[in-house]
Every structure is written in C-alpha cells, then in structure tokens.
C-alpha cells in the first residue's frame, strides 16, 4: 500500500468508512506496523477528554485484550492520537445484526441459533466481568460465515451523551436500556438481559419494542409499557417457549428476569433441543394420529415446559 496517497493517522492507514456512532467514526485501515487489516474507531475529541468516558471505558478495553471468545470482536488495543482516543479492533467482514432485522423477520431455529451465539459471547463476558451496556441490533455484527461477534463493550454513553444532537442516534439507544439503566449508572449482566429481551423482540417481529418521539417517550416506554405477547404469538405463530423466554427476559421487576446470563443460555440450548426433535418427528412423519400418540407428545411437551421452568428458577 502507498502511504503517501492515502490518509494515515498514526501507523493506520485508513481507508473506507464502515460506520459511525456517537462514539466516533470506524474506518477499515491497513495497520502497516503490524501488516494487518483492522477496524480502527476513532472518537471525537470531547469525548476523548471527558475523564467519565475514559474511566469507563479503558478498563474494559484492557480486560478484553485478556480474552479470547469466537463471539467476542478482538480488540487490539488503544491509543491517543492528535487529542484523539482510537480504539484498534479486528475487521470483520460481514453486517450488522440490524440490516438483517430491516429486510426481514426471521423464523424460530434461525432466531436460536443466532440468540444461543449472541448469548454465549455475553455469557462469557459476564463471566470475566465485563458488561456491554449498550446492547443494540448495530454493535451486534453477523460474519459473512454467520458467526455472530459482540462489539463496542463499554461504549455506553448512559450519564454523559446529552449533547448529542442526533436525536434519532439517541432514540435508538433509549429503546435497549433496561429499566434500572435509566434510574442510575452501573451497568450490571441484568441491564443486558433486558436488552436482549428487547433485541430479540424485534428479531422474531420485525419492530422496535420501544418507542416515542424524544428520549423521555422512549425511558417512560421502557419503565411502563406491556408487550402485548398474545399478539405477537398470533401474528408470527410463535410458540409458547419463546413466549415465555421474552416475557423472563423483558420482565420490568429484576426478580422475575433470568438472574444471569448462563441461565439463559441453558434455556435456549434446551429450546434448541426441543425443536430439532421435533423436527426429527416432522421428517420422519411421526404423527399423533391416535388417542395414545397424541397424549405421549403432550406428555413430552409437559416435560419440557416443567424443566425450563426449573433450569429458569433454580437459582433464584
């Protein structure tokens, strides 16, 4: 690569923009220290030296590089450059988990499938201490072999970003946020359950769960406003595990929602287990055309609903 006819900031060579935030511009850049491609964030100077933001973010960026998750972007490292923070990360060719929500919905082994991948890279972060706060179908990126990749941990802007003229940017955000995030600052694994609830929400439906016409609408949606479950059920023929997994996961008293990230994750896999059985009987043409058939399969179907249930509660 020439560097004199390209933009270079520091050793990075950058080169198109791939996205943009209210935490700066991403560029794909030719790193040509160390012969690489990478994703490379670069944040705007306020927030570069604002002491809040960098309180809260250096410390999750230096406990990231000593992790390693396939469902985790790898982060690089970071700098200061021209007054500026950059955050150095891998490039991921692929999108964002919200142009696949824009084109279509998606059906019920497609949506595990990407929720058990999108729960495992969390889980796994919870575990080494590490919250996202700002969980959203955009910073949720979908590799080209759809291999699902967590971003942007510890970009939240929750205390800091009011002024921030992009109002839809900031709608956005408010329609992930968890009812006790609005109320105060510390992000715990729970806030990001409840973000997931609201992600996979407009997976299987289409739509943002959240919405209003300026922040406050947004926050007063997120603190008081009942999902209407039976019609989601109807309308995309959802069934009633799903059903159940939304309304534990969007539950506004934190005592009702799934206590932690692993216990969701067991959840689903289960769920998992369950539709491909019964995807085996559709094959194999197993029918419940008799009294006894019928109440062997509702008998299983019980069984399962008990056990979720348990594995749901066992540690409450």
């Not at 990478?38 to 306020?46: F, W």
Request: charged share 25%.
């Amino acid at each position: 690569m020439d560097e004199n006819s390209v933009e270079m900031l520091h050793h990075y060579a950058l080169s198109n923009l791939i996205g943009s935030s209210e935490t700066g511009e991403v560029h794909k850049a030719w790193d040509t220290a160390m012969e690489r491609v990478v994703a490379l964030r670069v944040i705007p100077e306020k927030l570069s030296n604002n002491k809040n933001f960098r309180s809260q973010l250096l410390p999750v960026l230096r406990s990231l590089s000593h992790i390693s998750h396939k469902n985790i972007c790898v982060v690089f490292g970071a700098s200061r450059v021209d007054h500026k923070m950059i955050v150095i990360s891998e490039f991921i060719p692929g999108k964002p988990l919200s142009e696949i929500i824009s084109k279509k919905t998606i059906g019920v082994n497609p949506f595990l499938d990407l929720a058990i991948q999108i729960t495992e890279g969390l889980s796994h972060a919870h575990l080494n201490r590490i919250m996202h706060g700002n969980l959203r179908p955009s910073n949720i990126f979908i590799t080209n072999e759809n291999i699902v990749k967590l971003m942007d941990f510890g970009l939240s802007l929750h205390s800091i970003d009011n002024d921030s003229s992009d109002l839809e940017m900031k709608l956005r955000k408010a329609a992930y946020q968890s009812p006790e995030h609005i109320s105060i600052d510390d992000i715990t694994p729970s806030c990001d359950l409840f973000s997931l609830g609201a992600i996979f929400w407009e997976l299987l439906s289409g739509k943002r769960l959240f919405n209003g016409d300026s922040v406050r609408a947004v926050e007063d949606a997120v603190l008081k406003f009942k999902p209407d479950y039976k019609q989601l059920k109807a309308e995309y023929e959802l069934p009633g595990d799903i059903i159940l997994l939304l309304q534990k996961l969007l539950a506004k008293n934190l005592s009702d929602r799934f206590q932690n990230s692993n216990e969701l994750l067991v959840t689903l896999k289960a769920m998992r287990s369950f539709e491909i059985e019964s995807r085996t009987m559709e094959f194999l043409q197993v029918k419940p055309d008799t009294p006894r058939k019928y109440l062997m399969l509702s008998i299983l179907a019980a069984l399962m609903i008990i056990f979720w249930l348990v594995i749901t509660t066992v540690q409450k």
